[in-house]
């Protein structure tokens, strides 16, 4: 976990900066570049706020500046705030650092490494299947107020059809659907409930207060009730080629999802598994497709569903699945990879989570019947199997999910259903 | 002078046999100095918490520990009346003249308030350390009411008022991650992320902890200990486990690993059935990876303990 030493390597020789600067110079050098580093590191995606900033820049003012170590160590403390944020300060410390230390004409080492941090290139080619999805995002807000200045509501036309049926312009439509849908199964998951029987235990602060009221005799008892849990929900999503389709609105439903409700651990699988929750957390929804079609490299390539699900059993199930966690996965089946694998990963995660929901959208056809190989390893350890190829079976999954939230046991809903 | 402060505190915790790198050290420097909460999180049993025992002895004052679970609420943590005693005081006070509103406010009055561990830390007269053991297990709900008390030092008791820390404690908080923590519990404080130790780091942590396990075993247990968190586990054993597993061998008078005493003692280091199970099939591989399985044919010739 720990970088090796070699990185930190910093303003590169203590006695050349102890001839070159008094104290106070050299921290007043110090803390400008603190400053521009910050910003570099919010560039590279990291959420560093300006406390922290302050935080980083009182923390130059205790420690011994000519200490190379102390300085690393003390800034990785005070502006990396978790694994994610540990790997990007890694990777750009030196960097940074190492630049700063060159323009200050301090001796340097390696020739290779000089880049300017302030030019970031990203020259990985963008994926030119997600140029489309991204036009129509850009131009979203524009075509809406179109549609609305027209008056026209395709809302009943499009829920029944399937997203791959979708022509571009009904793309804006479905996309605000998508939204509310998301939205609506976020506010029913959070609103907490309250039953007014009474029992449970007992309330003493409240039998107190009311027993007071009649001259401290104990009359009523007051009783407490355990707040209900609030479900977790683990997302796991295709993204391979042959969910190309379905994948880019079920993103998009997750997205919706995740921007009001939080308990939410989202993972994108294809050929591996990548999580993919900070992305669609921090972002916006264009920034989020853009940011994953880059990080996730098989992004629309093959599918191995049980490597994919194997390393989520071996990374996460543990911290993450709980008597109080549903597992939704989203994926049509389509398998190339280790069948034996998916079976006992898929057993894991059941025997660890509240629920395995998985929304297959080939389900949407009435003739489709889960007869893969994967999904016949799969299906022993599904509680719901449901469509999800279209805006009214989204619909009926918040319903599901809903009843899953009040701790009914549901049945494996084996009858695909297409239309109302 | 920051440079002695260091050292100082690095011998500290040297003293209290804590084996500290140096980003434990400059964490922990850092959040003292500047009375910033400390966020430390890593793989159960790498000594999380040790660092908040630690950090009270080297500060010499004492440790409030608030252990998190789900369902833990703002009274819990906070503080509860003392029922009992307020009953048992209306009792007795049935047949004065006294008002209402003047019973009331006698029952309510600090003699009747038990204090638990955060308004402990936040009334304590010398700056405690506060450990919020495992935050991740409680609820969302409760690590925003903790967010407030961290940044207002501050709590409103309805009937007595306001509580104000005249001096903040010092705070560690550490987590699972069995739930991620919420953005605004990070940005608020530091952070520190402690991993398994590596071999070195895990056996001088052994030879300081259990000064009488034999030295070559100590290093062979480690090497062992390094091996088996490569494996697919349910629960990958901590320092701690290793320690437990050291002074059970120093006890049974060991001075290397042995395959039968392995195998009698797997359970002390690892936790789960399955986990057991799946290494005692391959221990033979481990412990020949180790280079065990020599070593012990000739001890069996030469053995001085065989005798014992």
């Known amino acids: 976990m720990l970088p090796d030493s070699s990185l930190i390597e910093i303003p590169s020789s203590k006695r050349k900066s102890e001839t070159r600067f008094d104290d106070l110079a050299l921290r007043r050098e110090f803390s400008a570049n603190v400053v521009g580093f910050c910003r570099w590191l919010r560039q590279q995606g990291s959420n560093v706020s300006a406390p922290e900033q302050m935080d980083a820049l009182k923390a130059l003012d205790a420690i011994d500046l000519l200490e190379e170590e102390d300085f690393y160590w003390s800034l990785r403390t005070t502006l990396a705030k978790s694994n994610r944020e540990q790997e990007i300060f890694d990777e750009h410390f030196r960097r940074f650092w190492y630049v700063w230390d060159k323009a200050d004409q301090l001796s340097f080492r390696d020739e290779e490494e000089t880049e300017a941090p302030t030019v970031i290139i990203d020259d990985r080619p963008r994926k030119q299947k997600y140029l489309t999805i991204n036009d129509w995002l850009n131009n979203a807000d524009q075509a809406s107020e179109e549609q609305e200045a027209a008056g026209y509501s395709p809302f009943e036309v499009v829920t029944e059809r399937d997203f791959s049926d979708f022509f571009a312009q009904d793309l804006d439509e479905v996309a605000r659907l998508i939204n509310e849908i998301g939205k609506s199964l976020a506010v029913r998951f959070s609103r907490r409930t309250k039953a007014s029987r009474q029992r449970g235990p007992l309330d003493l602060r409240r039998t107190m207060r009311s027993s007071l009221r009649r001259g401290g005799e104990l009359l009523d008892l007051a009783h407490r009730e355990r707040k209900r849990q609030k479900l977790k929900l683990v997302l796991l999503c295709d993204v391979s080629k042959s969910m190309d389709l379905y994948s880019r609105f079920l993103i998009q439903f997750l997205y919706a999802f995740q921007s009001v409700y939080r308990r939410i651990e989202t993972f994108v699988f294809s050929t591996s598994l990548h999580r993919v929750t900070e992305i669609l957390q921090t972002e916006d929804l264009e920034e989020a497709l853009n940011l994953m079609s880059v990080t996730v490299p098989d992004w629309s390539g093959g599918t191995k569903i049980g490597e994919s699900f194997g390393e989520f059993v071996e990374q996460y199930a543990l911290s993450l699945l709980n008597p109080g966690t549903v597992v939704l996965i989203i994926s049509d089946g389509w398998d190339t990879g280790d069948v034996d694998l998916l079976g006992e990963s898929m057993r894991i995660m059941k025997s660890r989570s509240r629920s395995v929901i998985w929304l297959n959208p080939l389900m949407g056809n009435p003739d489709y019947r889960p007869s893969t190989q994967g999904m016949q390893a799969a299906l022993p350890y599904i509680d719901i199997l449901a469509s999800a190829h279209n805006l009214s079976s989204l619909r009926r999954l918040v319903r599901q999910l809903a009843k899953v939230q009040r701790g009914r046991q549901l049945r494996i809903d084996m009858t695909p259903r297409y239309g109302t | ?308």
């Open chain 2, 1 to 308: 002078m920051q440079q002695e402060q260091l050292q100082r505190l690095q011998q500290l915790l040297g003293e209290q046999d804590y084996i500290a790198d140096r980003s434990i050290v400059m964490s922990v420097y850092l959040a003292m100095t500047l009375r910033k909460p400390l966020l430390i999180e890593g793989p159960a049993g790498v000594g999380k918490t040790e660092i908040a025992k630690v950090m009270a002895r080297a500060l010499d004052t004492d440790l409030i520990r608030l252990q998190c679970y789900e369902g833990l609420d703002a009274n819990m943590a906070l503080y509860e009346w003392n029922y009992q005693r307020q009953l048992l005081h209306l009792k007795l006070d049935e047949n004065s003249t006294r008002s209402l509103e003047d019973r009331e406010a006698s029952i309510f009055g600090e003699q009747f308030l038990l204090k638990r561990p955060l308004l402990q830390a936040l009334t304590h007269p010398k700056a405690p350390v506060l450990l919020i053991d495992e935050l991740d297990r409680a609820d969302e709900e409760f690590e925003a009411f903790l967010l407030e008390i961290l940044s207002e030092w501050q709590i409103t008791i309805p009937e007595i008022g306001s509580i104000r820390a005249e001096e903040p404690p010092y705070v560690i908080l550490t987590g699972n991650r069995t739930r991620e923590l919420s953005d605004a519990v990070r940005r608020r404080c530091f952070y520190l992320w402690i991993d398994y130790p590596p071999y070195e780091k895990e056996l001088s942590i052994v030879r300081n902890k259990v000064p009488d396990v034999d030295a070559e075993l100590a290093g062979q247990m480690c090497r062992f200990m390094e091996l088996v968190r490569q494996q697919k586990l349910e629960k990958i054993p901590g320092v701690a486990e290793t320690l437990d597993w050291a002074r059970a061998l120093a006890a049974l008078h060991q001075d290397h690993l042995e395959p039968s005493m392995v195998e009698e003692t797997l359970g002390l280091i690892f936790k789960d059935r399955n986990d057991v199970r799946l290494v005692r099939e391959s221990l033979t591989d481990f412990l020949g990876r180790l280079g065990i399985q020599a070593k012990e044919m000739k001890t069996a010739e030469e053995s001085p303990t065989a005798a014992n």
